[in-house]
């Protein structure tokens, strides 16, 4: 079984899954949510919903599972479709300029979280076929900057 699309159902609460069964057809999956809290952590839910529906949810990564379910939290609270989804990927992106050392530990996982996922994503292994054993790469011969604290020319002990 290969997941292809996930979605979510609003009225009332589920996943939606679009997937590429063993015998290559396309077929559409709706799970539904229990015991989301509007204002409670989504990792319960996510585990039971793991659980529940083991053979599908298998191969999709627990990051975009918890996204679906924090947009179908924040529209238990009261947002329409679009600002759900807005709130959420500014929840679930990864700002290169962000401070990452003043978040509280919840969003740091996410944070976290989102990062291995882009990890798994983008990585070679061997038996790849964009895989190459040893790759060596020139970055340019630029001029050697002086650091000044690692300098052989200074006594330390003096």
């Known amino acids: 079984m290969e997941p292809?699309?996930?979605?979510?159902?609003?009225?009332?609460?589920?996943?939606?899954?679009?997937?590429?069964?063993?015998?290559?057809?396309?077929?559409?999956?709706v799970m539904p949510i229990r015991f989301?809290?509007?204002?409670?952590?989504?990792?319960n839910v996510l585990k039971e919903m793991k659980?529940?529906?083991q053979p599908f949810l298998d191969e999709v990564p627990d990051v975009r599972?918890?996204?679906m379910l924090r947009i179908l939290q924040e529209v238990e609270r009261g947002r329409n479709?679009?600002?759900?989804?807005?709130?959420v990927g500014q929840e679930y992106s990864v700002d290169p300029e962000q401070d990452l050392n003043k978040l509280d530990?919840?969003?740091?996982?996410?944070?976290?979280?989102?990062?291995?996922?882009?990890?798994?994503?983008?990585?070679?292994?061997?038996?790849?076929p964009d895989y190459e054993y040893d790759k060596q790469v020139d970055f340019g011969s630029g001029a050697k900057v002086?650091?000044?604290?690692?300098?052989?020319?200074?006594?330390f002990w003096s």
Do not use: Q
């Not at 159902?9 to 077929?27: D, F, M, N, Q």
């Not at 479709?81 to 709130?87: G, H, Q």
């Open 81 to 87: 479709l679009e600002e759900a989804t807005t709130i």
């Open 105 to 128: 530990d919840a969003n740091l996982d996410k944070k976290k979280k989102v990062m291995n996922t882009s990890f798994e994503k983008n990585c070679v292994r061997p038996g790849d």
């Open 65 to 67: 599972i918890e996204k």
């Open 146 to 155: 002086e650091a000044g604290w690692d300098s052989p020319d200074e006594d």
């Open 4 to 29: 292809l699309k996930l979605g979510v159902r609003t009225h009332p609460p589920g996943l939606t899954l679009v997937y590429r069964s063993a015998a290559g057809k396309e077929r559409y999956r």
């Open 51 to 53: 659980d529940r529906h």
């Open 36 to 43: 989301l809290n509007k204002f409670g952590s989504v990792e």
